[in-house]
């Protein structure tokens, strides 16, 4: 994984940095461990606990920073990793 600190700089809140990240990744499909998440953002404690804090709020700022740059998330709490997949373009 390459160096994460550039993107931590100037951006306007933490989960602006999330997008940020997600923005410069080419591929459909990447996947990250917590600990690589927490360089870029503070994951709160419920982040690690449960996967309704990853996709069951629409409205909730974390959710904006995957969803605006045309990403799900997939977490999976047991392995401490999430997957963010490209959304189809067709569904929004």
Do not use: N
Not at 32 to 51: C, G, K, Y
Not at 69 to 92: H, M, N, Q, S
């Amino acid at each position: 994984m390459r160096d994460l600190t550039d993107v931590r700089k100037g951006s306007r809140s933490k989960y602006d940095r999330l997008s940020d990240f997600l923005r410069t990744i080419a591929a459909d499909e990447v996947v990250m461990t917590f600990r690589q998440l927490e360089e870029i953002v503070s994951l709160p404690h419920a982040a690690r606990e449960r996967a309704s804090w990853w996709r069951d709020q629409r409205d909730a700022a974390q959710v904006k920073a995957w969803w605006s740059v045309g990403y799900d998330a997939c977490p999976d709490i047991l392995r401490k990793e999430v997957t963010f997949r490209k959304r189809d373009p067709v569904r929004k």
